[in-house]
């Protein structure tokens, strides 16, 4: 049973770049929602989706966009990158966003 | 808007001991809580969670209680072992809401 699965696991990118982050969720599941994590501090939300649609979102700019496919993954673009966006982005799924969460390994977005 | 605590924030112990990992959220009108570990630098690992209506669950060696009159779930881990060691996370759902993740105990648990 394949978990969840995200690429790249690292990367560097320069202030102002563009950046797409990838997620397969778990076998069964239907809804993605993405974190980001900086150092030392817990995962901040940034948006759900579910369906193809985003569900919800979390206080994050509109540099912050996404998309989920028919087969359930989905991508995260983060466009004009500043230094601030460094961290550990995760990816989870559940089952129509209420059941159980599961974590990738995530991709650790380096900005230089 | 929900807000979650978590005390300790780190935590070193000796090999064998049993512990206790405390979280609280603020706002008491949850649908579920799951508990988490993390690694350095890695995903976080699901442990247990627990439904709204539930007072506690159980897999081998950690127990997870929920009050939510209270605002408070404890995560105890018993007969620690230095494998243990990683970075506890708690995460509150309100209903209809998305998780809202504590800053996490780190645990280091010495042989």
């Known amino acids: 049973d394949a978990g969840v699965t995200q690429s790249p696991t690292h990367l560097i990118k320069t202030r102002g770049q563009q950046v797409t982050l990838r997620c397969s969720p778990k076998?069964?599941?239907?809804?993605v929602s993405w974190y980001q994590q900086a150092l030392g501090q817990g995962p901040q939300f940034i948006f759900q989706?579910?369906?193809?649609?985003?569900?919800q979102r979390g206080n994050f700019p509109d540099r912050f966009s996404g998309h989920q496919f028919p087969n359930y993954s989905s991508e995260l673009n983060v466009n004009a990158l500043l230094l601030g966006d460094s961290a550990l982005y995760l990816c989870a799924s559940s089952i129509q966003g209420f059941g159980e969460l599961f974590f990738g390994e995530g991709s650790r977005l380096t900005v230089l | 808007k929900q807000e979650v605590t978590q005390i300790p924030a780190a935590l070193s112990v000796p090999e064998g001991e049993n512990l206790v990992l405390n979280c609280s959220f603020t706002?008491?009108?949850?649908?579920?809580l799951q508990w988490f570990r993390q690694d350095p630098g890695k995903g976080l690992t699901s442990l247990l969670l627990i439904q709204s209506s539930q007072r506690e669950q159980t897999s081998g060696r950690l127990n997870a209680s929920l009050d939510k009159s209270s605002g408070r779930s404890t995560l105890y881990i018993a007969a620690s072992q230095p494998g243990d060691s990683a970075t506890y996370l708690c995460?509150?759902?309100?209903?209809?809401?998305?998780?809202?993740f504590g800053p996490g105990t780190r645990l280091s648990v010495l042989p």
């Open positions: 989706y579910y369906e193809e649609e985003e569900r």
């Open positions: 995460a509150v759902r309100g209903w209809g809401q998305n998780f809202v």
């Open positions: 706002d008491s009108a949850i649908y579920n």
């Open positions: 076998s069964g599941h239907d809804t």
